[in-house]
């Protein structure tokens, strides 16, 4: 049937996330709720977990042993962990690791990798991974912050989460992307619904006005604002931003 065959290229060219974890059970966890797990059910996006166990070669399947020079906690194994490389190696996308001493997760690279085929997501657990690794695979390391998480897993949940909600169909509302918080730059100006006046507060006056372009200007001004009073880093950064457009003359 010409419907079933159009309904299967369509999956079959969904964004795809490939994940190599010792906790497959942990996914889609919250990816499977909500917009993103219907952006799943409908095929928007597809998944595939693969367990970084099912690597080990030896009787008792171990994945982990000690640090040499001593220390605490254990470390992946590089033939195990290189045996899983190798195993989705022609799976779409970059190969990034999650790890707390990987470049930050910005916007930018959110919507690079939405922009893409997928993405694979090697999540380490204990006190890391064998650093071999890194000198024979190309593996681009992404941090979700400055804190240490039990392990990558819930870091691959934000960084897949980040992604899906960009997917063509995945959101509701499709435009509202392009206008939130760091797709400019700048931070979300404020919001507010019904009713107009709640507990004495009043709804700024303009957004009742039906006057759009005054609306625009406002939400300009209090996204500025919100920025430079919350987040005087990316206010900065944004200054620079613009001096170098300034300077190629745009
Ligand atoms: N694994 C442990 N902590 C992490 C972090 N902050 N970002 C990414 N992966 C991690």
Redesign the pocket.
């Known amino acids: 049937m010409i419907a079933d065959r159009g309904e299967r290229a369509e999956t079959a060219a969904a964004w795809r996330a490939t994940v190599l974890s010792l906790f497959p059970e942990m996914f889609p966890g919250p990816l499977g709720v909500s917009l993103a797990g219907k952006g799943l059910d409908a095929g928007r996006w597809a998944l595939d977990v693969l367990d970084i166990r099912d690597f080990a070669r030896d009787k008792h399947r171990s994945v982990d042993d000690e640090p040499f020079g001593g220390g605490p906690g254990m470390v992946m194994r590089p033939e195990v962990v290189d045996a899983a490389l190798q195993a989705i190696e022609g799976r779409p996308g970059p190969l990034i690791?999650?790890?707390?001493r990987?470049a930050p997760?910005t916007q930018a690279r959110v919507r690079a990798l939405a922009a893409g085929p997928g993405v694979r997501l090697l999540?380490?657990r204990y006190e890391g991974i064998d650093e071999r690794i890194f000198a024979v695979h190309p593996v681009e390391e992404?941090?979700?912050?400055?804190?240490?998480?039990?392990?990558?897993e819930?870091?691959?949940l934000?960084l897949i989460d980040a992604v899906v909600r960009l997917l063509p169909g995945v959101m509701g509302n499709e435009a509202s992307p392009g206008e939130e918080s760091f797709e400019s730059g700048l931070l979300e100006y404020p919001h507010y619904t019904r009713p107009a006046v709640w507990q004495g507060l009043e709804v700024p006056e303009v957004l009742l006005s039906g006057h759009h372009e005054r609306i625009r200007t406002w939400r300009l001004e209090r996204a500025e604002e919100e920025t430079r009073r919350r987040r005087p880093d990316l206010w900065a950064a944004r200054g620079e931003t613009e001096k170098s457009r300034g300077a190629r003359g745009r």
């Open positions: 690791c999650l790890s707390p990987g997760l999540c380490g992404v941090s979700v912050g400055d804190y240490v998480l039990s392990g990558g819930p870091a691959a934000v």
